[in-house]
């Protein structure tokens, strides 16, 4: 069983930088993240597959987080820059293993306030 956790939550202020950290404990096909603000859905944030490394980001982080992976490590990653106070939320990473099954991470708070 592939299990996720994640690191590099925190508080900034907006206009700032966070990166966050997701380690696998095992080989996964595809690694996302998605975040949850209060009162609403939890929605895809990014995504980055491992054949090739091919990405997808949400229309309202594109140009300010970049998604990474190191396969060989199992890691993903997400750079968080020109933070705004509505990318504040729970920051969960999500994993597809094989049989294309989901694994979630326990999530990492991310506040954006000055």
């Known amino acids: 069983q592939v299990q996720l956790v994640e690191s590099g939550g925190g508080l900034v202020q907006p206009g700032g930088s966070l990166r966050l950290s997701c380690a696998a404990s095992?080989?996964?096909?595809?690694m996302s993240w998605y975040r949850q603000a209060p009162g609403k859905e939890r929605e895809l944030v990014a995504l980055?597959?491992?054949?090739?490394?091919?990405?997808k980001y949400a229309d309202s982080v594109k140009g300010r987080f970049t998604i990474s992976r190191e396969n060989g490590k199992n890691m993903a990653y997400l750079q968080m820059n020109s933070l705004k106070p509505e990318d504040t939320g729970v920051y969960y990473c999500q994993a597809r293993v094989e049989d294309w099954r989901e694994v979630w991470g326990q999530g990492t708070q991310v506040t954006v306030s000055s």
């Open positions: 095992g080989f996964t096909l595809r």
């Open positions: 980055i597959n491992a054949p090739g490394g091919s990405t």
